[in-house]
């Protein structure tokens, strides 16, 4: 079966600091894979999906970005972290075609002070 | 512009009850409506997907109506349990074969 992991599950970090979360899946391979923000009370924002390794679209323009460099591995990283960064971080992945079920991880709280 | 719209007041009803949640959506043309419920610091759970040949569509005390012409689709929770209460989110296929959009969901209360 499979199996999303996302770490780490909370962090409190600086403003100006950077960011790295990781998201891995096992069980299948080539997943579509997402990253999401989800505000204090608000829906989820889709932040960047990948088809493949290497393969990044951005959805919101902003101070975050995204790789895969392995098949099953997806990070997220800042080099400067802004206030309005902190949310509840959510990594999915799917089969194709793109808008199949998606399967999400356990999520990372993140706290910019 | 494209809008995904759910009940942002949380939905109080008594344990037994047939609760129903409504998602709305304007300029949209899904091929599918999926629905998936969040409990509190966790990630969504799917639950149903409805395309839009389908009308209804269940599963156990779950079920789900799509009307494409009115533009809406109705989730219903027949004999509701405490444990069912938790946030609930429809998300639509942008077209295409694109990616998800996602509601800012309802959330549902059952009380005893």
């Known amino acids: 079966s499979q199996t999303i992991h996302q770490w780490p599950a909370t962090l409190v970090q600086p403003v100006g600091s950077p960011l790295s979360l990781e998201c891995t899946v096992e069980g299948t391979s080539n997943p579509n894979l997402y990253w999401y923000r989800q505000a204090a009370g608000r829906g989820l924002q889709l932040l960047f999906y990948?088809?493949?390794?290497?393969?990044i679209s951005s959805e919101v323009p902003q101070n975050l970005s995204a790789s895969r460099p392995q098949d099953r591995q997806f990070i997220l990283s800042s080099k400067k972290l802004l206030l309005s960064d902190s949310g509840f971080y959510l990594c999915a992945w799917s089969g194709t075609p793109l808008a199949d079920t998606q399967y999400f991880g356990p999520g990372t709280r993140l706290t910019v002070l | 512009s494209q809008k995904i719209e759910q009940n942002s007041e949380a939905l109080n009803i008594q344990e037994g009850k047939t609760a129903t949640l409504t998602c709305n959506y304007t300029?949209?043309?899904?091929?599918?409506l999926q629905w998936y419920r969040q409990d509190p610091g966790r990630g969504p759970v799917f639950l149903l997907l409805?395309?839009?040949?389908?009308k209804e569509k269940r599963k156990e005390r779950l079920k789900v109506t799509f009307d494409t012409t009115l533009k809406q689709s109705l989730f219903h929770i027949t004999a509701s349990q405490p444990a069912d209460s938790a946030t609930y989110l429809c998300?639509?296929?942008?077209?295409?074969?694109?990616?998800?959009?996602f509601g800012t969901g309802t959330q549902l209360k059952v009380e005893l």
């Open positions: 998300a639509l296929e942008a077209g295409g074969g694109n990616k998800l959009t």
């Open positions: 409805i395309r839009e040949n389908e």
């Open positions: 990948s088809v493949g390794i290497g393969q």
């Open positions: 300029n949209y043309s899904p091929a599918y």
